[in-house]
């Protein structure tokens, strides 16, 4: 069994920050890509930004040059560090990794964290 548990968001004023992180634990043999998904009320669930086993990161054009995504592969841990937040970055943002265990490959979602921009 493998568990993602996020921690970080919350509320914060437009053009302020805030940094999300995301543990896995459990059966890993190794993890390949990890990233982060929001989702806000009444849209559906997308990509905000993955990174790679290596570190090589792609981000959606809606947060690239304000959001920053990096890994510590010896912890099994994503980051996500949110500049220049917009009241349009408001959702609930779900880690995801691509698990290797010891008895198959999947994908895996933490519980979700939100995070609200706002004055």
């Known amino acids: 069994q493998v568990q993602l548990v996020e921690s970080g968001g919350g509320l914060v004023q437009p053009g302020g920050s805030l940094s999300l992180s995301c543990a896995a634990s459990?059966?890993?043999?190794?993890?390949?890509?990890m990233g982060w998904y929001r989702q806000a009320p009444g849209k559906q669930r997308e990509l905000v930004a993955s990174?790679?086993?290596?570190?090589?990161?792609n981000v959606a054009d809606s947060v690239k040059g304000r959001f920053t995504i990096s890994r510590d592969n010896a912890k099994n841990t994503v980051f996500l560090q949110m500049n220049s937040l917009k009241p349009e970055d408001t959702a609930v943002y779900y880690c995801?990794?691509?698990?290797?265990?010891?008895?198959?490959?999947?994908?895996?979602w933490g519980q979700g964290t939100q995070v609200t921009v706002s004055s």
């Open positions: 995801n990794a691509d698990v290797v265990s010891l008895f198959d490959q999947r994908a895996y």
């Open positions: 459990g059966s890993i043999f190794s993890i390949n890509a």
């Open positions: 990174i790679t086993r290596g570190g090589s990161p």
